[in-house]
């Protein structure tokens, strides 16, 4: 069994950091994947391992826990994004460089609305004790009996606009409740406004394609979507 803590993703490049390519044969051959984050501190993480585990359910609890999304670049980085609310668009697309363009939702929800409350399970205990001692404080006693500790934020005003939006909930490897509830705010401010969800094919040059990347600002122009 191995306990691994990560002090605020210390294992991962800091933004704006180039990526260790340490790990990588001469030649080509196995090696380990670089990783990129671009993203605050959030807290503390610790994942414990007494088994085999994909590489991919461990950077789902990296990623969950600071409210991101992780994808491989074209370089083969494995980038760890965290969601953020739209900043200033890097990038104008135009109606005359638009072949066909679909709104395909309205929000983060899975019926395509926003969601009203998120659920962060965090601080995990490995192995819940339900016959502990009396002379156990009653606090340590019911904390060790389950295995979580849950943040939830939610937002009752999008509830009553939208009778139908969803719950979610994420599992992290974050170690402190405060910090996850802090990240549960954040995200539920993020999921709780429209969001729309569109399929767009567009017609672009060779030089504008290439600034195209997953997490760039888009100031996509549409009258006939009202944007």
Known sequence: ACLLAFAGYALLAKSGEEPSRAGQAPGGGARTFPV?????????VGIYLNGQRNTSDLL?????????????????????????????????????QQTSIARTS??????????????????RVETTQTDLAGAVPAATVSRLAVQSRQAIATTPATLTRHPLSDQ????????????????????????????????????????????????????????????
């Open 36 to 44: 990129a984050v671009a993203t605050a501190k959030t807290g503390d």
């Open 60 to 96: 789902d609890l990296l990623a969950n826990s600071a409210g991101a999304y992780w994808t491989f670049d074209s370089a083969g980085v494995i980038r760890i994004q965290q969601l953020v609310a739209p900043d200033v668009a890097a990038l104008t697309v135009n109606v005359y």
């Open 106 to 123: 309205t929000g983060a929800g899975s019926n395509g609305v926003p969601i009203w409350s998120v659920t962060l399970n965090a601080d």
């Open 168 to 227: 979610i909930t994420f599992e992290t490897a974050l170690r402190n409740i405060a910090d996850a509830q802090v990240q549960a705010s954040r995200i539920a401010a993020l999921f709780a406004v429209r969001r729309d969800s569109l399929q767009v094919i567009l017609r672009l040059d060779a030089e504008t394609a290439a600034l195209i990347m997953l997490g760039l600002v888009i100031n996509l122009v549409s009258p006939y979507l009202g944007y």
